[in-house]
């Protein structure tokens, strides 16, 4: 059975950082292109970064692009979001994807101060 | 970026009748291998996302066939046949033609 699970969400106040992992399991992760995406409170999706199964290529939402990094470690089944400079509108739960077939139940961020 | 648009529904759709959601790309999904490259999400109440379609019409794995996808270049409907109470919820298109991948508003599907 497929699991991604996310961690590392809290309170924090805007221009601190933050980094959530996500651990997989049940299938190859090496092989797969990992997603970050979100869902700002009684919001819509909005997709903000994917890195290729071998970390060769990273894409990123133009909000998040030069303040949130993706990484991914193969041999830990574990990807990574690095987010910086916070702000308010980055409030949200944040769901790590596997090619958009399997998501976790997601991991709530909340900047304020 | 692609701008994707989606339509409302005449909510509440009574159980048993159909429903059919729209969505339209700012620009054709088509990608240079001929595939058209346009997602269908539900999110039920309190939970995560599921991918119902991809490639327009194609059903992912254990989604039932009364979801069928359809559609070309910058027009797309998911069509919900004989909805039932577990269809509810918001349905989202997604373009994964090009980055930044972008989703639409979402559509709210109420069953009465």
């Known amino acids: 059975e497929v699991q991604l699970v996310e961690s590392g969400g809290g309170l924090v106040k805007p221009g601190s950082s933050l980094k959530l992992s996500c651990v997989a399991s049940?299938?190859?992760?090496?092989?797969?292109?990992m997603h970050w995406i979100r869902q700002a409170p009684k919001k819509g999706l909005e997709w903000i970064a994917l890195?290729?199964?071998?970390?060769?290529?990273?894409y990123y939402a133009d909000s998040v692009k030069g303040r949130f990094t993706i990484s991914r470690d193969n041999s830990k089944n574990t990807l990574y979001l690095e987010m910086n400079s916070l702000r308010s509108e980055d409030t949200a739960m944040y769901y790590c994807?596997?090619?958009?077939?399997?998501w976790g139940q997601g991991v709530m961020v909340t900047v304020s101060s | 970026d692609i701008v994707m648009t989606q339509g409302a529904l005449p909510n509440p759709v009574p159980s048993g009748e159909s429903a059919s959601i729209t969505c339209r790309s700012s620009k054709s999904l088509v990608y240079k291998d001929g595939k058209t490259y346009l997602n269908w999400f539900l999110q039920r109440p309190g939970q995560s996302p599921q991918l119902l379609t991809y490639?327009?019409?194609t059903r992912a794995s254990g989604v039932s066939e009364r979801f069928s996808g359809s559609g070309s270049g910058t027009y797309f409907t998911l069509k919900i046949s004989r909805v039932r109470a577990e269809d509810a919820g918001v349905y989202y298109c997604q373009q994964v033609r090009e980055y930044p991948l972008t989703f639409g508003s979402g559509t709210k599907l109420e069953i009465k």
């Open positions: 994807a596997n090619a958009f077939t399997d």
């Open positions: 049940g299938f190859t992760f090496s092989s797969y292109g």
């Open positions: 490639w327009t019409s």
């Open positions: 890195i290729y199964y071998d970390s060769s290529n990273k």
